[in-house]
């Protein structure tokens, strides 16, 4: 280990030295000085050709090393030097060890994620059941498609004229009921519509929706003037 350090040492001090010298050498004037800056040069591209030699071969150095000290690679090496461990029977108990509580540990977490996963689908199941009973909340996670939908759906059953008094941000369905709660099926109603009779004639009306939502469909929907 200490050759291998010995070696980069010195070349990483020699690389210094050079690039120090040529860039006092690279300011100075006349024509040696300019053979002198070459030469520099030239010395300066053969250390940068030398360090991934050195880098490869203080590599296998160490690890050549390592092996004779009965160690399987440089990090078990290190990793035992840093729990002030030199023998090798000894690093392999407390490397058993070491993994052992790694696992452990792994294993905690893991049982962790599973109680979290647990407790989460628990909840989602108990809101669900809750949920069942109020179809407004049954609704919740799928209402801004059921309206959209359910609003195409009213405009196609019109004959004559339909112009919503809703706002661009505002729900046009104000309640919602059960249709066959067994199935899933929801009415949507509103009254936020002005419609057009076969004489021409605007007069307040009224619509509603029938909404399948576990399977995201309008089975029905109508609107009529009045309310």
């Known amino acids: 280990m200490d050759l291998i350090r010995v070696l980069s040492l010195g070349i990483g001090l020699h690389a210094l030295i050079l690039i120090v010298v040529l860039v006092v050498a690279w300011n100075l004037k006349g024509p040696k000085l300019r053979v002198l800056r070459h030469r520099l040069g030239d010395a300066f591209l053969v250390i940068l050709f030398l360090f991934p030699i050195n880098a490869l071969g203080s590599a296998y150095l160490e690890n050549l090393k390592v092996k004779e000290l009965g160690f399987d690679t440089p990090k078990d090496y290190y990793s035992a030097a840093e729990h002030g461990i030199k023998d090798v029977g000894a690093w392999q108990v407390k490397k058993a060890q070491l993994t052992a509580e790694a696992d452990e540990v792994n294993r905690q977490r893991a049982l962790a994620d599973l109680q979290r996963n647990a407790t989460r689908q628990q909840r989602e199941e108990e809101r669900?059941?809750?949920?069942?009973?109020?179809?407004?909340?049954?609704?919740?996670?799928?209402?801004?498609?059921?309206?959209?939908?359910?609003?195409?759906?009213?405009?196609?059953?019109?004959?004559?004229?339909?112009?919503?008094?809703?706002?661009?941000?505002?729900?046009?369905?104000?309640?919602?009921?059960?249709?066959?709660?067994?199935?899933?099926?929801?009415?949507?109603?509103?009254?936020?519509?002005?419609?057009?009779?076969?004489?021409g004639a605007w007069g307040k009306g009224h619509y509603w929706c029938n909404y399948d939502v576990p399977n995201a469909k309008v089975i029905g929907a109508g609107a009529q003037i009045g309310s």
């Open 128 to 199: 669900a059941q809750q949920c069942r009973a109020d179809p407004q909340c049954y609704i919740e996670p799928t209402w801004r498609d059921a309206q959209s939908a359910c609003a195409e759906a009213v405009e196609r059953t019109v004959t004559f004229g339909i112009r919503w008094e809703s706002g661009f941000f505002e729900d046009k369905f104000s309640s919602t009921e059960w249709w066959y709660m067994e199935q899933g099926v929801v009415v949507l109603t509103g009254e936020k519509v002005r419609l057009e009779n076969q004489y």
